[in-house]
């Protein structure tokens, strides 16, 4: 294995949730290296940054691998139930209601469910968050205005807007990603808002203020690193929440349309069949489970890991940690 | 200012969202909470439950699934009606009819027979009903659905003999006629009514909008009392989810459910009419040709997809219409599945300067019936194996319909459009005029000769009519393809046990809970 | 306070206008109604009829002039549908989806307190891992498969719980069960990042220092800062939940406006989207004025030191 030699390299790659927070991460003064040890010594984190690398790089490079397998269909060999080799590898997790293999329609669906996902994460992240802080740092209309705005995009029934955007234009994986990243955008915006808003009063904000930094100087190097943790705590949340909404609008009969297959579509398409093949539905669904779960506790310990205050936890061997109560070594 | 002054306590952090959430409670009121129902127990009510809520119970709109199937027969009764098992028309509230002319027909109607509001049925109400359906300006669906255009001449010449004057000599007007509900002369003739008054088994009890509606037996029914005093209905719009309440016992009757559902011996198939096929747009490459539209209908395999899609429940289809339709050609064959003879016929045209390779769309509506979409991939598949470029378009309703319907919506290519065609009516004319007429207004094409063969079919009566149909359905395999069949549908109801009834080909549209008794 | 209020009532109107503008002009991009009334064999004289019956058949722009002047006499327009107002079906549905958004972000809010205050205690520790992987795989439940699964397993094979419907407390259950999952499990990381950097302030210090017991440092100290972001996290799911609760009313046959939503949608009924639009679109906004007001005076008060006294 050269995993030390093409793991970092993956991750750069990798359309995955863990980028971001690793773009903060240089931000700070941790280097990088330092930070990877500290990352092998919580199991937890390993494991779920393990797995998003491969699911990641499933995503990128699976659908080549899988070829035409994912369409291939044999009605003679539906619904194979999952857990047998006999039929061959590939269908190792059962076939469909069309004979398809599950795996490789697992494989092929990861990429359609990143590309909907972290394009639309991304977008309303980036977007409402610098709106959001801009807002509540200068505070008066720009604030009065901005909230106004979403309000109105929160009112606004984001199905209507999906419908519109498959009438006018094609159900394609880059219009949901557009629905998904407007709707959301208020979410980013208001919390934004309210952190920044209540920040821009305390001591070190008046303090640079008071040395004639510039408003944007200030936003960027107070604000914005202190608003940060939440916001990404926010966005991988998020990134479930895009997941399961994109699910939702295939439930409706409004999200991806096939042939394009995305986990989401897999497990609403399966709901027919929970009954009768139950492996349709269950492992799409697990899918998305793991994913999120594993970006959430990624995100969580990157949290800590680049927060000065916090990182000290991480460096304890484990059966200390657990019986320590966090009192008076707080801080350096 | 000291902080301490200023805390709130955590009892007060809590209190806020709770008490904005106490507060959203009370405004809402309860109409939800307090509409508990009495479990309601087999023999004095029957539970029904649909895909989905009436729009309306409007009489002239019975027509629609989802209205027809509270109203129709159940509150409301047409002068006629159609046996679903023989197609045979049979009296309801007129007793007999004949054509008395080219274009009138006469109609005797039944004495001693009473509206629910107390007002007498004649032949005053008859033709009142026919006025406000099909000449005024309601816009009711039945009128476009039956009637065209066409207004029709109606007058009571005395209280039981009714007469019915077309424009043009139409031998099926009694058919067309067993469409309309019949409503009494104090009906509105400006507004459409949700909740109508007729001269059924039922009148409409109440109608808790979003939840039930409840119909009631009615004391004064000319006829046989029904067995079950009540009838409930209540819509989900899952087919599992219908299906678990005919298995957790909440419901009596659940319709339209899926071969997935799983209900096991609750489950009752009946035929449902229902026919889906691929409309070829023939006027675009590569569909211009017809060894291509030929090929689409060798390259489908509908053996495969009826038994393993839907368990070998439907039945592959040679022709718009199902067995049991005035006109259906039982002579006929499906076209067999050859993907080689399908494969040679493109490359012949190709030959022939065809081009083979522009895009053919393949234009589905979601969840337009079980296992849809499983269908369209299917197809996609199986047409792209013959060498075609097929693009699967999954559509909403409404927009589907551009495709469906004149003027077509323009694509980037030929359209092969996925269709469920019924014929409720029983007789090929209502399929025929459509989707065949050059001019129709769900048809991509005709030609002079075969539009000749449809308007003489159309004029023909008895067994001439059935003859012309069944050579317009032979002619259009032969010469034209328009179409290539793939099944005649199933439907599922779930019954439970407590239920006698046996779903017939017309359950779905118009479901007779006079027909339906308690079990031992 | 009052003044605040009335100007963010004030400043809410125009809001609200644009709102429905965009929802007027958005709708009547989806196409023309007339084929999804008429039967398919209508001819062209029929649609054009429709079309002209409706109004359809006038510029955008009149179109909605006729609108806003229907609107300040009260009269929202008929639905395509039932022909019933628009208006009355709208507010009908309303209660139902308010109940079940209200009484889950209740159980969501309370829940979410208890677990993510216990998880924050000890950040990293078994307690936080545990139930910061039971909310996230909370949150990251399709809800529909979810739904199914409860109607599966609670309605039929164990029988304790209707299927579905409205009638009995029984049926209640499994709706906010199912709606519950995602707030809860957003809330419960929010309650607990927030808590965590809380616990960490100096302010919490000096309290411990001061003597004061675990509980009373939690709940009277870090739980108002923590509050917050919580506060403002609820409100926005809050919104979800009334503009989204779609899936749930979809499949228990909940008579909420959700479904008449996406009904409305579907079937182009302009007036009843509109107004159902309309309604929650004002319920928003008081909901966002109530969040805002809630967040002045957790602004005002908490803060230990005021920057700008």
Same mark, same amino acid.
């Given at each position: 294995m050269t995993s030390s030699l093409t793991e970092p390299a993956a991750q750069d790659q990798l359309p995955g949730t863990e980028n971001r927070p690793s773009g903060k991460g240089n931000g700070s003064q941790d280097g990088n290296p330092n930070l990877f040890r500290l990352l092998l010594k919580d199991r937890f984190a390993t494991v779920s940054a393990v797995l998003l690398v491969l699911i990641g790089l499933t995503a990128v490079i699976g659908p080549a691998l899988m070829g035409d397998l994912a369409t291939k269909q044999n009605l003679l060999f539906a619904n194979k139930a999952p857990f047998s080799l006999a039929h061959g590898w590939e269908y190792v997790l059962g076939s469909d209601s069309l004979g398809?293999?599950?795996?490789?329609?697992?494989?092929?669906?990861?990429?359609?469910?990143?590309?909907?996902?972290?394009?639309?994460?991304?977008?309303?992240?980036?977007?409402?968050?610098?709106?959001?802080?801009?807002?509540?740092?200068?505070?008066?209309?720009?604030?009065?205005?901005?909230?106004?705005?979403?309000?109105?995009?929160?009112?606004?029934?984001?199905?209507?807007?999906?419908?519109?955007?498959?009438?006018?234009?094609?159900?394609?994986?880059?219009?949901?990603?557009?629905i998904l990243a407007l709707t959301r955008i208020p979410i980013y915006l208001r919390t934004a808002r309210a952190e920044s808003a209540e920040l821009q009063s305390r001591t070190f904000v008046d303090a640079a203020r008071t040395f004639g930094a510039r408003p944007n100087a200030i936003i960027g190097r107070h604000v914005i690193p202190v608003v940060l943790p939440t916001l990404l705590t926010l966005a991988t949340l998020e990134f479930c929440y895009v997941m399961l909404a994109e699910s939702s609008l295939s439930f409706l009969g409004i999200g991806i349309q096939p042939p394009d297959v995305s986990w989401g579509l897999m497990v609403s398409q399966g709901r027919q069949y929970l009954q009768t093949a139950w492996w349709l539905s269950i492992f799409p669904g697990v899918a998305i489970v793991v994913t999120t779960i594993a970006a959430n506790v990624l995100a969580a310990w990157l949290r800590i890991a680049t927060d000065p205050a916090q990182r000290w936890r991480l460096a304890l061997p484990r059966k200390r940690l657990i019986a320590r109560i966090p009192v008076k070594e707080a801080k350096p | 200012m000291t902080?301490?002054?200023?805390?709130? =306590?955590? *009892?007060?952090?809590?209190?806020? $969202? /709770?008490? @904005?959430? !106490?507060? +959203?409670?009370?405004?809402?009121?309860? =109409?939800? *909470?307090?509409?508990?129902?009495? $479990? /309601?127990? @087999?023999? !004095?009510? +029957?539970r029904v439950v649909l895909a989905q809520e009436p729009p309306t119970l409007e009489a002239c709109e019975s027509n629609l699934t989802s209205t027809g199937v509270v109203v129709r027969s159940n509150v409301t009764e047409p002068l006629i009606e159609r046996n679903p098992t023989t197609g045979a028309l049979e009296p309801l509230l007129a007793t007999e009819w004949k054509a008395t002319s080219d274009t009138?027909?006469?109609f005797k109607l039944r004495e001693g027979v009473k509206f629910q509001d107390g007002t007498p049925f004649n032949a005053e109400a008859a033709a009142f009903t026919i006025d406000r359906a099909v000449n005024s300006k309601l816009g009711c669906n039945v009128e476009g659905y039956v009637f065209g255009d066409a207004d029709l001449k109606v007058k009571a010449v005395d209280a039981t003999t009714l007469t019915v004057t077309s424009p043009k000599p139409d031998p099926i007007l009694p058919l067309r006629l067993s469409f309309l509900e019949i409503v009494p002369t104090t009906t509105s003739t400006t507004a459409k009514v949700r909740e109508p008054v007729g001269t059924g088994p039922y009148k409409i009890e109440k109608w808790d909008a979003g939840q039930k509606i409840t119909l009631s037996s009615w004391d004064g029914y000319w006829g046989k009392k029904p067995?079950?005093?009540?009838?409930?209905?209540?819509?989900?719009?899952?087919?599992?989810?219908?299906?678990?309440?005919?298995?957790?016992?909440?419901?009596?009757?659940?319709?339209?459910?899926?071969?997935?559902?799983?209900?096991?011996?609750?489950?009752?198939d009946y035929p449902n009419n229902e026919t889906v096929a691929l409309r070829l747009e023939a006027t675009k490459a590569p569909l211009t040709d017809i060894r291509v539209r030929q090929a689409v209908n060798y390259a489908i395999d509908k053996g495969g997809i009826v038994n393993s899609l839907y368990q070998g429940k439907h039945k592959v289809a040679a022709q718009l219409v199902p067995e049991g339709i005035v006109g259906h050609n039982s002579t006929l064959?499906?076209?067999?599945?050859?993907?080689?003879?399908?494969?040679?016929?493109?490359?012949?045209?190709?030959?022939?300067?065809?081009?083979?390779?522009?895009?053919?769309?393949?234009?589905?509506?979601?969840?337009?019936?079980?296992?849809?979409?499983?269908?369209?991939?299917?197809?996609?598949?199986?047409?792209?194996?013959?060498?075609?470029?097929?693009?699967?378009?999954?559509?909403?309703?409404?927009?589907?319909?551009?495709?469906?319907?004149?003027?077509?919506?323009?694509?980037?290519g030929a359209v092969a459009l996925l269709i469920q065609h019924g014929n409720q009516a029983g007789d090929a004319a209502f399929t025929v005029d459509q989707y065949m007429l050059s001019t129709g207004a769900q048809s991509y094409f005709g030609t002079p000769e075969f539009d000749a063969k449809i308007k003489a079919a159309d004029a023909a009566s008895g067994e001439a009519r059935k003859k012309s149909f069944e050579e317009v359905f032979a002619y259009q395999n032969d010469k034209l393809v328009q179409f290539a069949h793939i099944s005649h549908q199933t439907g599922i109801l779930g019954k439970s046990k407590s239920v006698n009834y046996t779903p017939n080909s017309s359950s779905g549209d118009e479901l007779r809970v006079s027909e339906m008794t308690p079990a031992s | 306070m009052l003044i605040y209020l009335r100007k963010r009532i004030v400043s809410s109107a125009l809001p609200l206008v644009v709102v429905i503008v965009g929802v007027f002009a958005l709708a009547r991009m989806t196409g023309n109604p007339a084929a999804l009334y008429l039967p398919l064999n209508a001819t062209q004289q029929m649609r054009d009829e429709f079309t002209a019956r409706n109004g359809l058949d006038q510029p955008l722009l009149v179109q909605m002039a006729d609108y806003f002047g229907g609107v300040l006499r009260l009269d929202f327009g008929q639905s395509l549908r039932t022909g019933q107002d628009a208006a009355a079906m709208a507010l009908r549905a309303f209660p139902a989806t308010l109940q079940l958004a209200a009484t889950t972000m209740v159980l969501a809010v309370l829940l979410a307190l208890v677990v993510g205050c216990w998880a924050a205690l000890k950040p990293n520790g078994v307690a936080d891992r545990i139930s910061s992987f039971v909310s996230m795989a909370a949150a990251s439940i399709p809800d529909f498969w979810l739904a199914i699964v409860g109607i599966w397993v609670f309605a039929i094979t164990l029988g304790w719980l209707p299927t579905s419907g409205v009638s009995g407390a029984g049926a209640w259950v499994l709706p906010i069960a199912t709606l519950l999952l995602r707030p809860f499990g957003v809330l419960v990381q929010i309650v607990r990042g927030s808590m965590v950097s809380a616990l960490s302030e100096p302010y919490i210090k000096l309290a411990r220092s001061r003597g004061a017991g675990e509980l009373r440092v939690v709940t009277h100290h870090a739980?108002?800062?923590?509050?917050?972001?919580?506060?403002?996290?609820?409100?926005?799911?809050?919104?979800?939940?009334?503009?989204?609760?779609?899936?749930?009313?979809?499949?228990?046959?909940?008579?909420?406006?959700?479904?008449?939503?996406?009904?409305?949608?579907?079937?182009?009924d302009f007036a009843v989207l509109q107004a159902a639009v309309l309604l929650t679109a004002v319920a928003i906004f008081a909901l966002n004025i109530l969040i805002d007001m809630g967040y002045a005076l957790l602004d005002a008060r908490v803060r230990p030191v005021t920057a700008r006294a």
């Open positions: 398809r293999s599950m795996l490789a329609r697992l494989v092929v669906a990861s990429r359609t469910t990143f590309s909907v996902a972290v394009p639309a994460v991304a977008v309303a992240l980036a977007v409402g968050s610098l709106w959001g802080v801009w807002a509540g740092y200068h505070r008066g209309w720009r604030e009065n205005v901005s909230m106004r705005i979403a309000d109105v995009i929160m009112s606004f029934p984001s199905l209507l807007l999906a419908v519109v955007v498959l009438y006018v234009f094609s159900p394609s994986a880059g219009n949901i990603v557009l | 902080s301490s002054s200023r805390v709130l =306590s955590p *009892a007060a952090v809590l209190k806020w $969202p /709770a008490l @904005a959430a !106490g507060a +959203l409670l009370l405004l809402s009121g309860c =109409s939800v *909470a307090n509409s508990a129902s009495a $479990p /309601a127990t @087999a023999g !004095g009510s +029957l009138e027909w006469t067995a079950y005093a009540k009838a409930e209905y209540q819509w989900r719009s899952e087919s599992s989810v219908r299906a678990a309440m005919v298995t957790s016992g909440e419901t009596d009757v659940a319709l339209g459910l899926s071969p997935d559902d799983n209900v096991g011996d609750l489950a009752v064959e499906a076209w067999p599945f050859d993907l080689d003879k399908a494969k040679s016929l493109v490359a012949a045209a190709k030959a022939d300067g065809v081009d083979t390779s522009a895009q053919i769309s393949l234009v589905v509506r979601n969840a337009q019936f079980p296992k849809v979409t499983e269908l369209a991939q299917v197809l996609q598949e199986q047409l792209s194996q013959a060498g075609l470029n097929v693009k699967l378009k999954m559509l909403e309703t409404s927009q589907q319909l551009t495709y469906q319907v004149r003027p077509f919506a323009e694509d980037e | 739980l108002r800062n923590a509050a917050a972001p919580a506060l403002t996290v609820a409100g926005d799911l809050t919104v979800g939940l009334v503009n989204g609760a779609v899936v749930v009313e979809t499949i228990f046959g909940w008579p909420g406006i959700g479904k008449l939503m996406i009904d409305s949608i579907l079937q182009r």
